[in-house]
């Protein structure tokens, strides 16, 4: 599948946030959101952003790591999980982990490159690059370009 591609340049928390928010806002209701970065990038800063975006308070959005999934219901629902402790496809097939794909929720996989062969043909990629201590860049590979679209007139800086 042909994917287009955004790069934001995050220069501070509220900036990823932003990026966060307008994601959220711009993708549909049921989404595949893979989630690329070292530990420390902002991947669950990225969600809180998200959260916010959807009425669910940020707060209470943490990482998933020891847990595997959390799920978060408000404007949209999110299903946020981390497969960095499971060994392959196979544990997030034993887990259920195909079905968070079809339900009626944004599903956004941290560590998604330990399960690419599971993604759904259709994924976002969210790839974050830690550029120094406050930067990040912020690629975003979409199937659609509607949601880029959308994404580029909510920040106009993207």
Not at 73 to 98: E, P
Not at 105 to 125: F, Q, R
Not at 140 to 145: A, D, G, I, R
């Amino acid at each position: 599948m042909q994917q287009s591609t955004i790069t934001f340049n995050s220069e501070s928390l509220s900036d990823t946030l932003r990026f966060g928010h307008a994601l959220a806002v711009a993708l549909p209701a049921q989404a595949a959101v893979a989630l690329h970065g070292t530990l420390g990038a902002g991947k669950t800063l990225l969600v809180q952003g998200m959260a916010s975006a959807l009425d669910i308070d940020p707060h209470t959005v943490t990482s998933p790591t020891f847990v595997i999934c959390n799920e978060y219901i408000g404007n949209k629902t999110l299903i946020h999980a981390d497969v960095y402790r499971l060994n392959d496809s196979d544990d997030f097939l034993a887990i259920g982990g195909a079905e968070w794909f079809q339900a009626e929720a944004i599903t956004l996989i941290e560590w998604a490159e330990k399960i690419e062969d599971c993604l759904p043909h259709n994924t976002y990629h969210v790839h974050i690059s830690q550029l120094d201590t406050n930067s990040r860049q912020i690629t975003l590979h979409s199937p659609s370009e509607m949601v880029l679209n959308s994404i580029t007139q909510l920040l106009p800086a993207v």
